[in-house]
T-cell receptor, first 117, second 114 residues
Framework: AQKVTQAQTEISVVEKEDVTLDCVYETRDTTYYLFWYKQPPSGELVFLIRRNSFDEQNEISGRYSWNFQKSTSSFNFTITASQVVDSAVYFCALSEIPGGGADGLTFGKGTHLIIQP | GAVVSQHPSRVICKSGTSVKIECRSLDFQATTMFWYRQFPKKSLMLMATSNEGSKATYEQGVEKDKFLINHASLTLSTLTVTSAHPEDSSFYIC??????????FGPGTRLLVL
């Protein structure tokens, strides 16, 4: 069975600080895909990134970066120089299909990130 | 990217009534759609997989007679909450699967049962 653990329920930082959101996953599949989604107060899920299990290279996109380590089954997400607009709930998710595919996604419980001005 | 819409975005109903939520893929055809449920400050839980032209597949613990799913066309799936009760109040999110097996999520529907 697949499982995603986001141990941080809520994080509060002051604007411009860096913040890392942790994600630990469990799966028996050798091929799998990891995702991060942002859910602002409006509720709509915003896709941030997808990473497959064969690619452990870290990725950077502007102020966002992701650290994938198979050895520790972790896929952590860092926001550099945080901004108030980054305030949202962030979900880590897992699937054995690239797009989150035919069996749906397994979501973590989410981390509520609060960026204070 | 592909666009998925949901209607209504918000609904308030009385206990005992039924509520229908629509999920549409606007610019692509989706053989498969998913319905998720999210309680306040909780994660998304997959409720069921909706397959065009066939019966939906429900996750364990989800009452199929309570949550009726109809996927009558390649662009529309509906979720009907029958005889709604206050405990059914939740945020319902659908997603649609493209031919390349990528899920695109709808904006969600907030249901409040009084």
């Amino acid at each position: 069975a697949q499982k995603v653990t986001q141990a941080q329920t809520e994080i509060s930082v002051v604007e411009k600080e860096d913040v890392t959101l942790d994600c630990v996953y469990e799966t028996r599949d050798t091929t799998y895909y990891l995702f991060w989604y942002k859910q602002p107060p409006s509720g709509e899920l915003v896709f941030l990134i997808r990473r497959n299990s064969f690619d452990e290279q870290n990725e950077i996109s502007g102020r966002y970066s992701w650290n994938f380590q198979k050895s520790t089954s972790s896929f952590n997400f860092t926001i550099t120089a945080s901004q108030v607009v980054d305030s949202a709930v962030y979900f880590c998710a897992l699937s054995e299909i690239p797009g989150g595919g035919a069996d749906g996604l397994t979501f973590g419980k989410g981390t509520h990130l609060i960026i204070q001005p | 990217g592909a666009v998925v819409s949901q209607h209504p975005s918000r609904v308030i109903c009385k206990s005992g009534t039924s509520v229908k939520i629509e999920c549409r893929s606007l610019d692509f055809q989706a053989t498969t759609m998913f319905w998720y449920r999210q309680f306040p400050k909780k994660s998304l839980m997959l409720m069921a997989t909706s397959n065009e032209g066939s019966k939906a597949t429900y996750e364990q613990g989800v009452e199929k007679d309570k949550f009726l799913i109809n996927h009558a066309s390649l662009t529309l799936s509906t979720l009907t909450v029958t005889s709604a009760h206050p405990e059914d109040s939740s945020f319902y999110i659908c997603s649609a699967l493209t031919e390349t097996e990528t899920q695109y999520f709808g904006p969600g529907t907030r249901l409040l049962v009084l």
